[in-house]
């Protein structure tokens, strides 16, 4: 099979920078994050759109990033899961899953807190259902789902009741 290895430059904004990277023009996503800018974090599961290991958060949307173009993301903002902590501390996702034990061997996790950080920025309050829902593309073969709900669950009641401060009164 003929390879096409032109490199090209892409502007990505990647976790709040703007960084440029040069990779071959036939590259996704997920290869750019991880060989291009060396953000390893988004694995390199089935890399055919199956397992979600490899989600990130486009335009506020989980997105599958190894079969998306690395092209489709030129002035998009990325979130991948480098990018949830704050200078404050780990994401209440993060620190969740910690306190739940909801993460074993840890390769499904970075592509599952990005998925439910996407959900929770639309909806801290999310149902159980809508979060099963919202994870639905994202496998994990070692945990049993429910202490990921559980923490996910969690999560939400807490950025739910930092965020009601803010909407009381208005
Ligand atoms: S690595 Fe992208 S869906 Fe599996
Ligand atoms: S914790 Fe191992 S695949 Fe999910």
């Known amino acids: 099979m ?12 990647v976790n709040g920078d703007l960084r440029e990277v040069g990779v071959p023009v036939h590259y996704t996503l997920l290869e750019a994050l ?10 390199q599961g089935c ?15 989980p997105t599958l990033s190894c079969i998306t173009p690395v092209w489709e993301a030129e002035g998009s903002d990325v979130v991948t899961v480098e990018g949830l902590a704050t200078a404050e ?15 074993q ?4 996790t970075p592509g599952i ?9 639309r909806n801290p309050s999310a149902s159980r259902q809508e979060i099963q829902e919202a994870l ?23 950025l739910a009741e930092t965020a ?7």
Do not use: W
């Not at 945990?143 to 807490?158: M, N, S």
């Open 34 to 43: 991880r060989y291009g800018l060396r953000l390893t974090g988004s694995k």
């Open 89 to 103: 501390g780990p994401h209440p996702l993060q620190d969740e899953f910690d306190r739940n034990g909801a993460a």
């Open 47 to 61: 890399d055919k759109g199956d397992c979600g290991a490899c989600t990130v958060i486009l335009d506020g949307r």
């Open 136 to 158: 639905g593309g994202n496998l994990c073969r070692c945990t049993g789902y429910t202490k990921i709900y559980d923490a996910v669950e969690a999560a939400g009641a807490r």
């Open 113 to 121: 807190l990005c998925s439910a950080a996407a959900l929770l920025e």
């Open 2 to 13: 003929l390879m096409d290895n032109r490199q090209e430059i892409v502007r990505l904004r």
């Open 164 to 170: 009601a401060p803010e909407t009381e009164g208005r």
């Open 105 to 108: 061997c840890g390769f499904c």
